[in-house]
């Protein structure tokens, strides 16, 4: 069974920075899509970003032109920069393999001054 284990998470002033990282135990198939998903205290979870075969990427509405989703396939890995953060973005970040349908344990990022 792939495992994910997420990194990068903690606490940022509000319209600071943040970059998560997701390394996978095993090879990832470059055809799988992966991606992002938050849940905040007492919401769902929600998609934030998802990276597909080829690099095509989409974002939810309220993250789209502050954060940017990357993968890079030889390392297994995949990647959230996340820029001019607020404190609604204040929530476990959990990464997620499609199709084999794997998820990782989640970091804990708090927008807080």
């Known amino acids: 069974q792939v495992q994910l284990v997420e990194s990068g998470g903690g606490l940022v002033q509000p319209g600071g920075s943040l970059r998560l990282s997701c390394a996978a135990s095993e090879t990832i198939s470059i055809i799988v899509p992966m991606a992002w998903y938050r849940q905040a205290p007492g919401k769902q979870r929600e998609l934030v970003a998802i990276i597909r075969a080829g690099g095509s990427a989409n974002y939810a509405d309220s993250v789209k032109g502050r954060f940017t989703i990357s993968r890079d396939n030889a390392k297994n890995a995949v990647y959230l920069q996340m820029e001019s953060l607020k404190p609604e973005d204040t929530a476990v970040y959990y990464c997620?393999?499609?199709?084999?349908?794997?998820w990782g344990k989640g970091t804990l990022v708090t927008v807080s001054s």
């Open positions: 997620y393999v499609g199709v084999i349908n794997v």
